[in-house]
């Protein structure tokens, strides 16, 4: 009887053991699919990119800009591209996942085009900016009060747009949440998520007690390694919080970060706010694929609240 007690521990024990590894392993092989921004294999955003045609934005981004630095609140080094212009207005624009301050070039020059000063962060874990994961937006979105600050010691009168595209767009949906100075006068956010919990599920092909247990050990070890639950980083609830007049932006064909989410977050914010469907796009290629409305709408909305 005492033997097969002890068997019975030893094999529950054995299997609490090899169950926790592959869960560690899970987690770890998650966490470094999604926000490892060094690891070999890794989702990425469906963008249709040209190689000469990205050659030739950075020159034309290096030739425009300078250099300009901050250091985040964890002592990190971080990166921007600042072109200043003479124009009270002054447009931080943010990019996407696992991009960087030049993968965003198109809106970057029609935006030049306006005469606004434009600062172009590489947001951390990304292009020149220190960092070893990547923050999801959330705590990108202290990094970015960070180069808010930045611009008001240049000038004191600034008025201040913040503009994001996809986990860009996340971002800059999260520091709407954020008690902002005055100087920020309008927020545009392009096809960002609800949540990181629900764009990751989306993109987990498993059935869904499977995808719940990936997701809380993926959750634990962005914990441990990237200092942050999954579950923090909710767009949608920071959102609710903006006093900061909203455009929201998102193209009815984008499948990456899925059209539903457009409305669920309009619907959450109850500041001043605008949407604009682009039939036909995807993801975050709305503002190319009808290029007139999409300008017209932003800059017009830019124009309302910075009068």
Same mark, same amino acid.
């Given at each position: ?149 930045? %611009? ?5 009168? @600034? ?6 595209? &996809?986990?860009?767009?996340? /971002? !800059?949906? +999260? ?101 604009? %469907? ?5 993801? @975050? ?6 290029? &007139?409305?999409?300008?017209? /709408? !932003?800059? +017009? ?7």
């Amino acid at each position: 009887m005492k033997k097969a007690v002890k068997v019975i521990v030893f094999i529950s024990v054995f299997c609490l053991i090899v169950l926790s590894c592959l869960a560690l392993y899970v987690g770890n092989y998650l966490y470094d699919y999604t926000l490892n921004p060094y690891a070999k294999h890794n989702i990425s955003e469906k963008i249709e990119t040209n190689e000469d045609v990205e050659q030739a934005s950075r020159l034309w981004l290096n030739e425009k800009s300078v250099n300009v630095s901050i250091e985040s609140d964890d002592h990190l080094q971080l990166h921007g591209y600042f072109i200043e212009q003479d124009h009270p207005i002054y447009v931080i624009m943010v990019h996407g996942y696992r991009g960087d301050g030049a993968s965003i070039i198109a809106p970057i020059k029609k935006f030049y085009k306006q005469g606004y000063n434009l600062l172009i962060p590489d947001l951390r874990g990304h292009g020149l900016s220190e960092g070893d994961y990547i923050g999801m937006g959330w705590d990108d979105r202290l990094d970015i009060l960070k180069w808010i600050d930045y %611009i008001l010691l240049k000038n004191q009168n @600034a008025k201040i747009v913040l503009y994001g595209v &996809s986990m860009g767009g996340a /971002t !800059v949906m +999260n520091v709407a949440g954020e008690k902002l100075p005055q100087a920020v006068k309008a927020i545009i956010e392009d096809c960002g998520y609800t949540s990181v919990w629900d764009i990751f599920k989306s993109h987990i092909d498993m059935p869904e007690i499977e995808s719940e247990l990936a997701m809380h050990m993926a959750s634990l070890v962005t914990k441990v390694r990237a200092g942050y639950y999954l579950e923090d980083v909710q767009p949608i609830e920071q959102v609710k919080k903006s006093q900061t007049p909203m455009l929201f932006i998102h193209g009815r064909e984008d499948h990456f970060v899925p059209f539903s989410m457009l409305d669920e977050l309009y619907q959450a914010a109850t500041c001043p706010k605008q949407k604009l %469907i682009v039939e036909g796009a995807k993801h @975050a290629n709305s503002c190319s694929v009808d290029e &007139s409305t999409y300008y017209s /709408t !932003v800059f +017009n909305f830019i124009d309302l609240y910075t009068k």
